[in-house]
């Protein structure tokens, strides 16, 4: 066992577990955001940044500060080592660049993006971007390609966290696609149009942190704030059949498999579950589901807010618009 | 004349062919380790000796074969960095065209040492002319019992094989290249763990640069005490300077470490000065990665003493008004050199090169490159000065492999040493719409500036 301590809350787990896994148990605004690591898959990670701490203290043993910022999701805590998360200015800082980072060549297509409502970008971009960009060459482009018969491809929006291939690497016996080229021409391919067809690809879509995958059965049919999610099951050979459906009225109009507070999966779901039973009949109803922290579906459940609250947020975006620095924003209207 | 460790035969004819090369002496190395000295008392005398690596980073090459993981039960190898892809460094090239049975023989007795039964030279592609040189010398060398089974009769055996790589300066990033050598994409990896621990096909490796494998022979042949007496402090022996642009006698010297560069730059005996009668605007002393330095820094430190060609003495205050030795990739520049256009250059191959796995260096990569061309093609901005310091300052130390920091630090030490050139290139647009624009008209700023 490591006791480690983040942001002054100490806790200990087993050896082994990394920086963010420990913050994610101890909870809270501490723990770090992460675009590329996903915890079901395995060797995800290290590679989007966001997730960069300070260690202050690299273990009881040697307790030596590590020089550079480290990846939260891949380093492994020490015995007595001290985190820094938010309580870092430095860190702060550079999760702010990396959110800059990943936004000037992302296309901003929101309005119309599929995924817009349950985008990680889109979350972390409120939370940590600012509001202007500095960014005026052109956005690298690339076409838009069905990769599967389902799964419509827009590299255009992809952040290169290679989620998905690791999805085709660990749960298909075969992965037919992967990252061609390198820098910023990379792009997710595969070699053959409509190559991936497999019973468990469906999955790439859920775990993609934006709308690069996008699932070509649900495409332009609703926003997903407009939809119902609810959590269902039925009875699959090939996987738990466990699932959220999102519903309008009585359409299924997507199945997707079901994830937790840091939007991942923890139970794959089949083919067969997501694309083909759309039709309430083909489901047992478990029940609503719970959207945790974030998600702008989370804000379906419009409150009426205070007048006064409103005038101060509006008074804000002016101050913005004059050119001013942007001050925080109002968090009874963000949270 | 200065000591010659590496390059002392390179001119005698047909040195590149195993008879020749065993006339003037070559394979005694192996002879005596494999014959009578233990891999601990060769990993003593190669840290006696205070070889770094020189590949860029300078590490000690007796401490990384100490970190081997030498009683694993996995198999363990040795890895020769054979990728020399960094701009304005060309050595290792010329090392193993002229000498490639220097390099096996260094080889054979650091594999010796570290306990590898299997060894790779993992070479850039576009040297494939050097490959048939090597795969000559290994056959020669099998055929002559210096690889194979049984080594001189000892019970020692060592397979060598040469791997070309396919065109990609982050496959000569350690961890990148020995994804590459797993036939993988070149992604670096992750660490720690670090190669020495788990490295090729996840068992203990090292992985060294060609010109430190090739000086190990000679640290054998005359015992790391004389070795050692070459140079100063930690800075042994010597290194082999890859000396181009502006200067009358550009190529590859052997230089004992130590030797002033105002000398290296002026002295016949290597650049033979600055051509054309000009003056000497700037240096990259190690390689595209390293900071530039305007003529007066590189020629005295801040503090006013002579800077002289060592590790330290080239870090000599810092990235404030130092640099690194790094690969030894000496890139002169005259008067007329535009240093926007040459960032804008160096930012181009960053860009070009970043395997694009982690976002500050995918995006920052080709922000600060399309930032530059705008500048230099006189489309620039005030703001846009400061906004690549900001960049590069934002890439820097966030990545997983050096490359980031790689492409930061030429900008941010560009901007940090000529900053009024960026100005220029903003306030008089007009002025830089001819490429060759300093060519005619020499950005003055006298007191940089060294007479030839
Ligand atoms: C982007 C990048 C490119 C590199 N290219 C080379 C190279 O071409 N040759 C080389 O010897 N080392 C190169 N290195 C350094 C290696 O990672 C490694 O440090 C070196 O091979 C170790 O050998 P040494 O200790 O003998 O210097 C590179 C490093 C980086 C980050
Ligand atoms: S720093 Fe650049 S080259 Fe290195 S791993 Fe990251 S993207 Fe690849
Ligand atoms: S989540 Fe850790 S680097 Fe992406």
Redesign the pocket.
């Known amino acids: 066992m490591a006791k480690v301590t983040i942001d002054g809350a100490t806790i200990e787990v087993p050896d082994g577990t990394t920086i963010l896994n420990a913050a994610r148990q101890i909870g809270g605004e501490s723990v770090p955001p992460a675009m590329c690591y996903y915890s079901t898959l395995k060797e995800s990670g290290g590679k989007c940044r966001v997730c960069l701490v300070k260690v202050a203290q690299g273990s009881t043993k040697d307790p030596r500060p590590m020089p550079k910022l480290m990846a939260s999701c891949r380093t492994p805590v020490m015995d007595g080592m001290v985190v820094q998360s938010i309580t870092s200015p430095e860190v702060l800082e550079a999760r702010k660049s990396v959110v800059e980072f990943l936004l000037i060549n992302h296309p901003l297509d929101c309005p119309i993006c599929d995924q817009a409502g349950e985008c990680d970008l889109q979350n972390l971009a409120y939370k940590h971007g600012v509001a202007k960009t500095r960014y005026e060459e052109e956005r690298r482009t690339f076409e838009k390609i069905d990769i599967g018969d389902k799964i419509k491809l827009h590299m255009n929006r992809c952040i290169l966290c290679y989620r998905c291939t690791f999805v085709a690497n660990q749960l298909t016996d075969n992965r037919v696609h992967g990252v061609l080229s390198r820098g910023d021409a990379s792009e997710i391919s595969t070699y053959i149009q409509k190559a991936v067809d497999n019973d468990f690809s469906g999955n790439m879509i859920d775990v993609c942190p934006v709308g690069a995958l996008t699932d070509k059965t649900f495409r332009f049919k609703s926003r997903v704030w407009f939809t119902n999610p609810m959590d269902g099951h039925r009875n699959c050979p090939k996987c738990s059949g466990k699932v959220v459906l999102w519903t309008k009225g009585n359409d299924v109009l997507r199945v997707s498999a079901r994830t937790d507070q840091y939007n991942e999966v923890k139970e794959f779901i089949c083919n067969e579950c997501r694309f083909e039973h759309k039709n309430m009949n083909d489901w047992t109803i478990d029940g609503p589901r719970h959207i945790d922290r974030d998600s702008v579906i989370a804000q379906n459940h419009y409150e009426r807010t205070d007048l006064q609250k409103l005038k101060l947020e509006i008074d804000r975006q002016i101050e913005f618009e004059k050119g001013k620095q942007l001050p925080e924003p109002n968090p009874s209207l963000t949270a | 004349m200065s000591k010659k460790f590496l390059l002392e035969h390179v001119n005698v004819p047909r040195i590149e062919t195993i008879n020749v090369y065993r006339e003037k002496g070559g394979y005694a190395a192996v002879e005596k380790a494999l014959k009578t000295m233990t891999p601990d008392q060769i990993i003593d005398e190669v840290k006696f000796s205070d070889l770094r690596?020189?590949?860029?980073?300078?590490?000690p090459?007796g401490l990384?074969w100490s970190f081997m993981d030498r009683k694993s039960d996995k198999p363990r190898y040795l890895v020769c960095?054979?990728?020399?892809?960094?701009p304005g460094?060309f050595k290792?090239r010329y090392l193993m065209e002229k000498l490639p049975h220097l390099l096996i023989e260094g080889m054979i007795v650091s594999s010796y040492t570290l306990g590898a039964k299997a060894a790779y030279i993992y070479i850039?592609g576009e040297y494939m002319y050097i490959v048939r040189i090597l795969e000559k010398a290994i056959e020669e060398a099998y055929a002559a019992g210096y690889l194979g089974k049984n080594i001189l009769g000892t019970d020692y055996s060592l397979d060598l094989y040469v791997h070309p790589g396919a065109g990609a300066?982050?496959c000569?990033?350690?961890t990148a290249?020995l994804e590459s050598l797993e036939g993988k994409r070149g992604n670096?990896r992750l660490k720690p763990p670090f190669p020495a621990i788990a490295g090729l096909y996840a068992c203990p490796t090292v992985?060294?640069?060609?010109?430190?494998?090739a000086s190990v022979p000679t640290i054998i042949n005359i015992t790391a005490d004389k070795y050692n007496d070459v140079g100063i402090g930690k800075s042994a022996g010597t290194k082999l300077i890859s000396a181009s642009g502006h200067i009358n006698k550009p190529g590859v010297y052997e230089i004992e470490l130590g030797l002033p560069v105002e000398d290296f730059i002026y002295s016949d005996e290597y650049c033979g000065g600055i051509w054309k009668g000009r003056k000497l605007k700037a240096v990259v002393a190690g390689g595209s990665s390293v900071p530039i330095l305007p003529a007066n820094l590189i020629i005295t430190t801040a503090k006013g003493e002579k800077r002289l060609m060592t590790y330290e003495s080239m870090a000599d205050g810092g990235f404030v008004s130092g640099t690194m030795l790094g690969?030894g990739g000496f890139i002169v520049m005259d008067e007329t050199t535009c240093i926007v256009r040459n960032l804008w250059t160096f930012a181009r191959f960053y860009h070009h090169?970043s395997c694009g796995q982690c976002s500050p260096c995918r995006e920052g990569t080709g922000w600060m490159e399309k930032v530059l061309h705008r500048i230099e093609h006189g489309h620039g901005h005030m703001n846009d000065i400061d906004l690549l310091v900001d960049v590069a300052k934002k890439i820097e130390g966030n990545t997983i492999?050096?490359?980031g920091d790689?492409a930061a630090w030429p900008v941010a030490s560009a901007i940090r040493h000529f900053r009024e050139e960026f100005e220029y290139h903003v306030k008089y647009p007009e002025k830089v719409k001819d490429p060759k624009h300093f060519e005619k008209e020499p950005f003055e700023r006298e007191a940089l500036m060294v007479n030839g």
């Open positions: 690596g020189r590949g860029g980073a300078g590490f090459t990384k960095n054979a990728d020399e892809s960094e460094t290792d850039r300066y982050i000569g990033e350690e290249l670096p992985v060294n640069n060609v010109e430190s494998i690969s090169e492999c050096p490359l790689a």
